[in-house]
């Protein structure tokens, strides 16, 4: 890198593996096929999604593989960026918002990396050879870097995206994701606080223009709800593209925006889940129910069988993919984690109420008084189904289950035999094959 152009070049690589084509199909399989809320059948993929579904997944999962190669390119090209950019002669304020965003990138794959993991090798510059063998950081360790490198780039991010190009980290994405790393590790009175300093910041809001879930359609993709995103593509035929649509909808569908492929995957909502919505919420209308196919027939979906279209389809699209962004990071999300945390804090309370009735009121279902929760634990069972409502298709739901500590007992009860240690995943056999360094997770 020799000037400001190089830069921003090397800078863009580095958010290359937010904006696979399949980034929403892939999260589903790892998020919420092993949940209460999705199932897959059919297709090439099924014996992937078959695994996490009966929590018999192994080291050998090509998604976990492919997640922690991602992860780890993502870390590869940050630490080029920050390992070259001080020396470039550049606009000093620019400079300074690209290591920000680069040390931001990185630290989110760790917390991309730790989610899944656990603790993995802490690598901080790109002068690596073939031979390095790093270990495992510590627990203690991990959970440092990511706090810290987080803190530190929340400092200088600027409020609004750099020259306003949507889908850079502000310092919003900074503190929301910390946010969630607190909530990851139970670190309450943080989650709290920092959850705080998100809303303070005055440039978020709840989307409540219409039918809650117009908030994914194409005329609000960059409404001021979403924090932070995978960008897609509004090129068709990019191959950036979101795919998601083509692995969800049910033979014979009639596309709006024609012509586009089906293809033989299909994701499904278990019904049971479908039971956690009141008749009357905005959110249902995410999820089709029937159709009328190309003979004009009504095709009911019946059990197990509806379908989430939660990202729609778009116009600017190509046979398979549209340019739907997928959220890493909404403003909805800060205020049930906040009002989640102060739950765990203090007990049912009334601004833990007041938080969860913004988002029910922007969904257009009742809202409560706190005299509505008898105890902390009824208020955090009712959150987590809230939750469940808000972000079904969002890749959240694993997360939320394992922190309310009934990600293997809600397995258990659909049948599974679902196991302790499966709250993580194992480190992917290959890299443990290359690095002898690397200790596999229990239980695998």
């Known amino acids: 890198m020799t000037n400001a152009e190089d830069v921003e070049v090397v800078l863009n690589s580095v958010y290359g593996e937010l904006r696979y084509s399949d980034i929403t199909r892939d999260a589903i399989t790892l998020n919420e096929v092993n949940t209460d809320i999705h199932i897959e059948r059919n297709g ?20 976990l593989q492919s997640s922690w190669e991602r992860r780890y390119r993502t870390i590869y090209n940050a630490n080029v960026v920050l390992d070259n950019v001080p020396g470039v002669e550049m606009d000093e304020t620019r400079k300074q918002e690209v290591l ?106 709840l989307f409540t223009d219409g039918n809650r879930i117009n908030l994914f359609s194409p005329d609000n993709q960059r409404d001021n709800e979403f924090i932070f995103v995978a960008n897609m593509s509004d090129t068709p035929n990019d191959v950036t593209g979101n795919g998601w649509l083509s692995h969800v909808v049910p033979r014979g569908y009639q596309w709006q925006y024609p012509p586009r492929a089906i293809f033989a995957a299909e994701f499904k909502i278990r019904s049971e889940f479908l039971e956690l919505f009141e008749p009357e919420d905005e959110r249902l209308d995410a999820f089709l129910f029937e159709f009328v196919n190309a003979d004009g027939e009504t095709i009911v979906l019946g059990e197990d069988d509806a379908r989430s279209m939660k990202f729609p389809e778009y116009p600017n699209q190509d046979i398979s993919r549209a340019s739907d962004d997928f959220p890493f990071l909404r403003y909805a999300d800060i205020l049930l984690s906040r009002a989640e945390a102060l739950n765990e804090l203090n007990g049912t309370n009334q601004v833990s109420v007041d938080l969860l009735n913004l988002v029910r009121d922007a969904a257009g279902v009742s809202t409560f008084d706190i005299a509505d929760f008898a105890t902390k634990e009824a208020f955090r069972d009712f959150i987590l189904d809230e939750r469940g409502r808000e972000f079904h298709t969002e890749a959240l739901r694993r997360q939320d289950l394992i922190r309310h500590g009934k990600f293997i007992e809600s397995a258990n009860e659909r049948g599974k035999s679902a196991e302790d240690f499966r709250v993580r995943f194992p480190i992917p056999q290959t890299e443990i094959e290359r690095n002898p360094s690397l200790i596999q997770n229990d239980g695998y």
């Not at 014996?47 to 090509?62: G, R």
């Not at 870097?145 to 929340?154: G, H, K, N, R, T």
């Open 100 to 205: 920000a965003e680069a040390r931001f990138l990185r630290a989110f794959s760790y917390y991309l990396l730790f989610d899944f993991f656990g603790p993995v090798p802490l690598i901080v510059t790109s002068e690596t050879a073939v031979t390095d063998r790093p270990a495992r950081a510590t627990e203690e360790e991990m959970i440092s870097f990511i706090e810290s490198e987080l803190m530190a780039v929340s400092e200088i991010l600027p409020v609004t995206s750099p020259r306003n190009e949507y889908g850079r980290p502000t310092k919003g994405a900074a503190l929301g994701i910390l946010a969630k790393f607190y909530m990851m590790t139970k670190k309450w009175k943080e989650a709290a606080d920092t959850s705080l300093e998100v809303m303070d910041l005055g440039v978020y809001d």
């Open 44 to 63: 090439g993929i099924f014996a992937a999604n078959e695994l996490m579904e009966e929590f018999i997944w192994t080291s050998s999962h090509s998604y």
